[in-house]
């Protein structure tokens, strides 16, 4: 009978193990070139998403719903609204350089809230693996309302799932150190506030994502189409545009695109019956 047991207990572990297993992103890689079809896929949130995939939903100004084959869901810089569906997500990351990207009292049914600061100064590091998912921060300054600095009170969070390596760069005041771009790694997403001034003047947000090299970046944190337009119109020929009214899209290692492409979406916010 204790022999039984034993089988059936291994049973169990190697299934959870399996259950647990997420394809191996290259983020901490150099850019390799990656085969595929140049294309990206439009899908509703609710649809269910490909195999080794991830579906990218813009909510508003700053958040996005990231959700895995394995029905996931994590949302970014999240204010405690994401729409009138009744989504508890599974993971919320934010940050609080300003009210539209956190909230003091998240829901207390959501099972993970990663801040992306800690005591004043200080900063704070997550690394948290989920099994389809890994989700970690890269620390960076940002600004306070009195002209100062607040040292690593921003994070840029990294989500690592079907292999991908998704970016979310956050209230970002300053160009990335040597060390930061080193912690982040080969970023195949990355979404990036273009609103010019109120994160990161054009210029330097154009500098870095030309450092970057990522094969998508989504736009966000634009308050306006002429502030959109006018990144648009200032990021090169090196970039490829998309903008085709959508608001979500799902992406996959095998559909990143040949060249650097800016795939601007829509924000909407997750209604029930879409």
Sequence with gaps: MRGLCCVFWL????????????????????????????YL??????????????L?????????????????????DFTGFTGAAPLIP??????HAHETHWTAHPDPAIQHVLEGWGPFGAGIEHYLDLGEMLIR????????????????????????AAGLCIGHLGHLHHVPTPEQYAALGRL???????????????????EVLGRLRSSVIIPMHWFSDYSLERFLA??????????EGASDLTVSLR??????????LRPKYLLEDE
Aim: with cysteine.
């Design 11 to 38: 049973i169990l572990c190697a299934g959870a193990l399996h259950a647990q297993e997420r394809r191996p992103s290259h983020c901490i890689a150099l850019a390799q070139e990656t085969p595929g079809l140049n």
């Design 56 to 76: 990218i939903r813009y909510i508003a100004h700053a958040s996005f719903l990231l959700r895995t084959e394995g029905g996931l869901n994590v949302v970014t």
């Design 90 to 95: 599974d993971v919320v990351t934010m940050n």
């Design 41 to 54: 896929h439009k899908a509703s949130w609710q649809d269910p998403v490909a195999e080794d995939s991830v």
């Design 137 to 160: 921060n890269v620390p960076t300054d940002i600004r306070n309302m009195f002209g100062g600095v607040e040292e690593r009170g921003n994070s840029i969070f990294v989500f690592e």
């Design 255 to 264: 559909s990143l695109p040949s060249r650097p492409t800016i795939h601007v």
């Design 188 to 206: 195949d997403v990355v979404m990036a506030a273009v609103d010019g001034g109120i994160t990161l003047p054009l210029e330097q947000m154009l």
């Design 234 to 243: 200032r990021i090169g020929p090196e970039f490829d545009v998309v903008d």
